[in-house]
């Protein structure tokens, strides 16, 4: 059964991670997802962590896509998007606020060509204010956003999140702003702009810590936890490795000692209740941290979940990739990939019991589909070898 974005097409010209990752989800979901690049090298993200002949990082963003080849410093190839335009539901792109603008490809152009039109834009840094017109990546818009300054330990330096967190939910928040679009367009029957930024993305996924900065709590480094959580919600080390608990509150503390094997502390006036607790949490954790240390992560979470506390094990990526929840649940499955053969990679995190997407093995060689997309859009195999000859396609 078809997807639930089946019939969608995106007209997708964006690059690296945010704008890509984002497509990526509308073609999970099952849209015709049209990726057009400049030809000879197509979006730089294809040359990034190359194993096999294959790019990890244009796997993980592009599989399930076509391939175009499309010159936009080239006429012709500004004219064959405007002859693709009104074909297609969604155009979305993360180039700097003005570019496609200037070639005459923004959105009051593409919006006369069709109306219904989704224009999507993601930008680094929002399409208004000082900073609009210059680059950024994942890095920058942490470190502006203030999310590095809550990153690390209290005297330490400022770091960065481990992963590309800022591109991911710049890219979640594109994708969800197409999808609301279309859902709109289908009440009103008109198209729109909808624009987001990383940026902004990275503000937004800080809401409650920022709100809380803003109504008077001082700022601190989360270290181990959290900077604004009055509870246990803190990494400890075991004998082999690191464990998480989290969210221990009043109901969960009695149990929580006889887990730990520290029955005392469910009297101990310091920490009697939440409340003193929270007062207290850097004594307590002094004496957590030494409990922890006299038993591996596997014995941890057994007899944590045995007492029904929230805990995980600080996994690697070997370990991620064996977890039996990521695999019965598909997160991490496995497809036949044309050129590497068998391989794992990474699914989604949703599912639809009536429209089920389904994960594609492969991102497309640049240009793959260009003639493919180009007969579809009713050009004629005379006006595809004129393009090429003119370096348009």
């Given at each position: 059964?078809a ?32 990726k057009l ?5 197509g ?19 592009n ?28 155009f ?34 929002g ?9 950024a ?33 710049g ?28 940026f902004?993305?990275?503000?937004a ?6 709100q ?12 181990r ?20 608990v989290?969210?221990v ?27 003193a ?86 991102a497309?060689?640049?240009g793959q589909?260009?003639?493919e ?21």
């Open positions: 059964m997807g639930p974005l089946s019939g969608v097409r995106v007209l997708d010209f964006t690059v690296f991670q945010q704008g890509p990752q984002a497509t990526l989800v509308m073609a999970d979901k099952g849209a015709d997802v049209i690049e400049p030809p000879g090298f979006d730089l993200g294809r040359f990034l962590q190359i194993h096999g002949g294959v790019s990890a990082y244009h796997l993980a963003h599989r399930g896509k076509r391939s175009v080849t499309v010159n936009l410093k080239n006429e012709a190839g500004i004219e064959l998007v405007r002859r693709l335009a009104p074909g297609a539901d969604v979305v792109h993360n180039f700097r606020p003005g570019v496609m603008e200037r070639l005459g490809l923004g959105y009051d152009d593409v919006r006369k060509l069709n109306e219904r039109i989704i224009y999507a834009h993601a930008s680094g840094w399409a208004r204010g000082p900073k609009a017109t210059h680059p990546f994942d890095i920058a818009a942490q470190a502006r956003a203030g999310l590095m300054s809550m990153t690390g330990e209290e005297d330490g330096p400022p770091f960065p999140a481990g992963v590309a967190i800022a591109d991911y939910i890219a979640m928040n594109l994708a969800m702003a197409v999808i609301a679009a279309l859902y709109a367009r289908e009440r009103t029957g008109f198209g729109q702009k909808v624009e987001t930024s990383l902004g993305s990275q503000i996924a800080q809401a409650w810590e920022l809380t900065y803003i109504m008077g709590r001082r700022r601190r480094k989360s270290g936890g959290h900077a604004y959580l009055p509870t246990i919600w803190r990494t400890f080390r075991t004998a082999d490795g690191w464990a998480v989290g969210g509150g009043d109901d969960r503390w009695p149990a929580f000692c006889a887990a730990v094997g520290m029955p005392e502390l469910e009297q101990d006036e310091r920490f009697a209740n939440g409340l607790r929270a007062n207290n949490l850097a004594e307590l954790y002094a004496l957590l941290d030494d409990r922890f240390a006299s038993k591996t992560t596997a014995e941890w979470i057994a007899v944590l979940e045995a007492h029904d506390m929230i805990c995980a094990p600080v996994q690697d990526y070997e370990q991620l990739l064996a977890d039996p929840q990521a695999l019965e649940n598909e997160y991490i499955l496995e497809r036949e990939h044309p050129s590497a053969g068998r391989l794992p990679v990474v699914g989604f995190p949703w599912r639809f019991s009536e429209t089920p997407a389904d994960v594609a093995p492969a497309p060689e640049l589909h260009t003639e997309v180009l007969l579809e859009a009713g050009l004629s195999w005379d006006e595809i070898t004129a393009l090429r000859e003119r370096g348009a396609i």
